[in-house]
């Protein structure tokens, strides 16, 4: 029997609303679209990728009226936000104050809970209220640069200097000089470097380590953990370089093993979702964990609100479960009856991006060859359709990813599928998953 029902959703499809247009909802896209239980499946605005499987919608989903017709005439049971800024902005609020949306589970935080991506302040004050690891720090404003400067001559180098506020992620600084990061915490409080969002600058002692992630999705008081995945954010190989929006992940991470998860859950994961719990902020949705692990222990760099990119283009391959399913639990608070199914083989993704990326490119190179590409799976990151040709339309242009029983097995197979697609100026690093 096929239907729709808002109250009895555990025997008909689901109808659902992914936002966003990156790799990220690509892949959320192509997970979904796998389960048995899905009814429609749309992207706003998605990309070329998300349109193969889903319908993309041209919607302005700020616009409160234009996404209550949307989801109201499409009978969406699931709004699965994407990126950050929508949830901070208070898109989830806004859909769960109207009573005539009450039967739609929103995938992402309320405004407050997404302030633990939104300003690396609060996000300190929860860690610390509630006994989760993480560096040391103080936070200033433009009224208190001097005793930002002197708090820096306390530290040793390198120096981390963290925009409060979102800044498309490129407000954190990390400085080897104590004058110039003087001069960076100057320019960030009182020339706003990142605009708003450097109101106020977290200066943190610097961790060493190696950096991972870990996902969980939560229904506020249950959760699952995803699998794990380690990315690598600098362009050049070896680690070096500028900072982008990510070059590749993988996934499973050698040195996170079960002792390192179990530290994990019982140390972050799990004081998290009570502490969330404890100050009376709901929260529906996944949360990244950005984690160092040092001597052996591990300590929060940073929370998302959100899945990350590249992550999600290796995490969700590698979840075996249905994912309407735990999003569905997630929604209506039963997820303690679930458990996240974990693909044991690895799954490695490596992005080809645009000539001259972080910095200026040039967008509408023709992309060729992606008919050619069978043992991976390709998710747009930065694509349109021009003159009926594919092209790209940003930096990060696609992630190519795919399975295999060891590591390098799948890095042999993405790097060959690489080699079938191109583009005017493609780039990609050849090196993901060297350091471990």
Same mark, same amino acid.
Request: net charge negative; hydrophobic share 25%.
């Given at each position: 029997m096929q239907g729709h029902c808002y109250l009895c959703t555990n025997f008909f499809d689901m109808n659902i609303l992914v936002i966003g247009s990156g790799g990220r909802e690509h892949a959320l896209c192509w997970k979904l679209s796998k389960s048995p239980r899905l009814g429609q499946l749309f992207a706003a605005p998605g990309n070329p990728g998300t349109s193969e499987i889903a319908t993309n919608v041209d919607?302005?989903?700020?616009?409160?009226?234009? $996404?209550?017709?949307?989801? $109201?005439?499409n009978k969406i049971n699931i709004v699965v936000v994407g990126p950050e800024a929508p949830l901070v902005e208070g898109i989830h609020d806004n859909i769960a104050s109207d009573t005539e949306l009450s039967h739609v589970n929103v995938i992402g935080p309320k405004k407050e809970g997404a302030?633990? %991506?939104?300003s690396k302040e609060f996000s300190k004050i929860f860690m610390q209220k509630h006994g989760i690891p993480t560096a040391k720090y103080q936070s200033f404003t433009a009224e208190t640069v001097n005793e930002g400067e002197a708090f820096l001559e306390t530290l040793n180098p390198p120096y981390v200097l963290k925009a409060d506020g979102l800044a498309a992620g490129k407000g954190v600084l990390i400085i080897n000089d104590l004058l110039t990061?003087? %001069?960076?915490?100057?320019?960030?409080?009182l020339q706003s470097k990142f605009g708003e969002a450097s109101n106020t600058v977290v200066i943190e002692e610097f961790l060493a380590g190696l950096e991972f992630s870990v996902f969980a999705l939560t229904d506020g008081k249950d959760y699952v953990i995803l699998? %794990?995945?380690?990315?690598? +954010?600098?362009?050049?190989?070896?680690?070096?370089?500028?900072?982008?929006?990510g070059m590749g992940a993988i996934s499973p991470v050698s040195f996170v093993d079960n002792k390192m998860m179990q530290k994990?859950?019982?140390?972050?994961?799990k004081p998290t979702v009570e502490g969330l719990s404890k100050d009376g902020i709901e929260y529906k949705g996944f949360v990244f964990f950005g984690l160092i692990e040092v001597n052996g222990e591990p300590f929060v760099i940073e929370y998302n609100v959100r899945m990350g990119d590249p992550e999600t283009e290796v995490v969700m391959p590698r979840l075996k479960s249905d994912l309407i399913k735990l999003l569905e639990a997630a929604g209506n608070g039963t997820l303690g009856e679930h458990t996240a199914e974990v693909d044991e083989r690895y799954?490695?993704?490596a992005m080809a991006v645009s000539?001259?990326?972080?910095?200026?490119?040039?967008?509408? +190179?023709?992309?060729?060859?992606?008919?050619?590409v069978g043992k991976s799976i390709v998710f747009h990151a930065g694509t349109a359709i021009k003159d009926g040709d594919l092209v790209t339309s940003g930096g990060r242009v696609m992630a190519f990813t795919s399975y295999g029983n060891t590591k390098q097995e799948a890095l042999?197979?993405?790097?060959?599928?690489?080699? +079938?697609?191109?583009?005017?100026?493609?780039y990609y690093r050849k090196d993901i998953g060297f350091d471990i």
């Open positions: 919607l302005d989903t700020n616009d409160h009226e234009s $996404l209550k017709a949307f989801l $109201l005439g302030q633990l %991506e939104g990061a003087k %001069e960076e915490l100057n320019e960030m409080l699998p %794990e995945a380690k990315d690598y +954010k600098r362009i050049g190989e070896g680690d070096t370089g500028l900072n982008t929006g994990v859950e019982e140390r972050i994961v799954a490695v993704t000539g001259g990326y972080p910095g200026s490119y040039d967008k509408n +190179k023709k992309i060729t060859g992606t008919e050619k042999n197979t993405t790097y060959e599928s690489m080699r +079938k697609v191109d583009f005017s100026g493609m």
